[in-house]
């Protein structure tokens, strides 16, 4: 794999000190108080991801593995030849290798992450096991704004490859505004490779957000490590607990960090007071039926071309083309 000059400005989800001040003040003035997910992954925060992942309760990578086990041929041939694939938040690009095991003549293969160690990893991992496929490796956050590389030739299309869960972590409008910053980036002739967890038991999905060896709960409370260290607030971390539920009927996981007892927290020059069992509002996980995501597609003027399930029916993988591709496509072959 040839790699070009990869863009390691620095983090460019962290704000300046005064500004994430600020975002944290906020959220902490706010009625519940809420802060937003992505505070949890600094450099710790992104380890302990990766442990949840190998957790026997987290269904999610598992599942989706075995779907791209069983279908990533399938879905190489619907994107076809000539792909320029752009992956959001690349991760350890572990379902990646099993999609370009099968693309045909990829044009390039573009990384975007906010954490620089782990694109580290991702493009030294790719580069022996795919030496003809160029990586343009993108330092940054996929939710704002991007400038894709120049591809080394012409693609047939754009490809954006979001897999594991990610698009549950966003409200409705957000997911909605999400996805058509992606069309906008797919181009029109493009696509959206996208990965949705499924509506399930209750019982099943608590369980991946709680697990016995309580590294979901690290991992949560390791937002409060990170402020005390960039922002100077003064958490005592061993004085929170973590929460996940169920919320069945917004279809989602909601996550918070719980006050166990009555305190106080400066901030800057703010002074947060807590009650006991007071909870700050951390992460949603939303879930989907198939019309669920169909219905989120539309609103962002796409529509679903394809979707495959893993094995077990947990876990969704849809392909999202721009609304009224496949019309046009059937009039053009009429």
């Given at each position: 794999?040839?790699?070009?000059?990869?863009?390691?400005?620095?983090?460019?989800?962290?704000?300046?000190?005064?500004?994430?001040?600020?975002?944290?003040?906020?959220?902490?003035?706010?009625?519940?108080?809420?802060?937003?997910?992505?505070?949890?992954?600094?450099?710790?925060?992104?380890?302990?991801?990766?442990?949840?992942?190998?957790?026997?309760?987290?269904?999610?990578?598992?599942?989706?593995?075995?779907?791209?086990?069983?279908?990533?041929?399938?879905?190489?041939?619907?994107?076809?030849?000539?792909?320029?694939?752009?992956?959001?938040?690349?991760?350890?690009?572990?379902?990646?290798?099993?999609?370009?095991?099968?693309?045909?003549?990829?044009?390039?293969?573009?990384?975007?992450?906010?954490?620089?160690?782990?694109?580290?990893?991702?493009?030294?991992?790719?580069?022996?096991?795919?030496?003809?496929?160029?990586?343009?490796?993108?330092?940054?956050?996929?939710?704002?704004?991007?400038?894709?590389?120049?591809?080394?030739?012409?693609?047939?299309?754009?490809?954006?490859?979001?897999?594991?869960?990610t698009i549950g972590n966003f409200e409705a409008r957000e997911a909605a505004d999400l996805l058509r910053k992606m069309r906008g980036e797919?181009?029109?002739?493009?696509?959206?490779?996208?990965?949705?967890?499924?509506?399930?038991?209750?019982?099943?999905?608590?369980?991946?957000?709680?697990?016995?060896?309580?590294?979901?709960?690290?991992?949560?409370?390791?937002?409060?490590?990170?402020?005390?260290?960039?922002?100077?607030?003064?958490?005592?971390?061993?004085?929170?607990?973590?929460?996940?539920?169920?919320?069945?009927?917004?279809?989602?996981?909601?996550?918070?960090?719980?006050?166990?007892?009555?305190?106080?927290?400066?901030?800057?020059?703010?002074?947060?007071?807590?009650?006991?069992?007071?909870?700050?509002?951390?992460?949603?996980?939303?879930?989907?039926?198939?019309?669920?995501?169909?219905?989120?597609?539309?609103?962002?003027?796409?529509?679903?071309?394809?979707?495959?399930?893993?094995?077990?029916?947990?876990?969704?993988?849809?392909?999202?083309?721009?609304?009224?591709?496949?019309?046009?496509?059937?009039?053009?072959?009429?």
């Amino acid at each position: 794999m040839s790699m070009q000059a990869c863009d390691l400005r620095g983090d460019e989800r962290r704000p300046p000190t005064d500004e994430l001040i600020e975002i944290v003040q906020r959220g902490l003035r706010a009625k519940p108080k809420q802060l937003p997910s992505w505070l949890f992954y600094d450099e710790r925060g992104s380890q302990l991801f990766e442990a949840i992942c190998e957790q026997p309760e987290y269904y999610l990578t598992r599942c989706e593995i075995a779907l791209m086990s069983a279908h990533a041929a399938d879905i190489a041939n619907v994107l076809g030849e000539d792909v320029r694939l752009v992956e959001y938040g690349s991760g350890n690009a572990v379902k990646t290798r099993m999609l370009l095991e099968h693309l045909r003549t990829p044009v390039a293969y573009v990384p975007v992450e906010i954490s620089a160690e782990p694109l580290r990893r991702c493009v030294e991992g790719l580069t022996e096991s795919f030496p003809a496929v160029p990586v343009q490796p993108l330092h940054g956050d996929f939710t704002r704004a991007l400038r894709l590389p120049i591809p080394p030739r012409a693609p047939r299309r754009t490809v954006l490859y979001f897999p594991g869960s990610t698009i549950g972590n966003f409200e409705a409008r957000e997911a909605a505004d999400l996805l058509r910053k992606m069309r906008g980036e797919m181009g029109d002739g493009g696509g959206i490779l996208i990965g949705a967890d499924l509506k399930k038991d209750t019982a099943t999905i608590e369980a991946a957000y709680n697990d016995r060896a309580g590294v979901t709960a690290e991992f949560t409370l390791n937002m409060l490590v990170r402020l005390n260290r960039e922002v100077g607030s003064d958490f005592e971390v061993s004085a929170y607990r973590h929460r996940a539920h169920y919320n069945a009927m917004a279809g989602r996981i909601e996550t918070f960090i719980v006050s166990t007892r009555e305190q106080k927290v400066r901030v800057g020059r703010q002074q947060v007071n807590f009650k006991q069992d007071e909870a700050i509002q951390v992460e949603y996980s939303c879930k989907y039926s198939p019309a669920d995501f169909a219905h989120l597609a539309d609103k962002a003027g796409l529509e679903v071309a394809q979707t495959w399930n893993d094995p077990l029916g947990m876990f969704g993988v849809h392909y999202l083309v721009r609304a009224g591709t496949r019309t046009r496509e059937a009039v053009g072959q009429g």
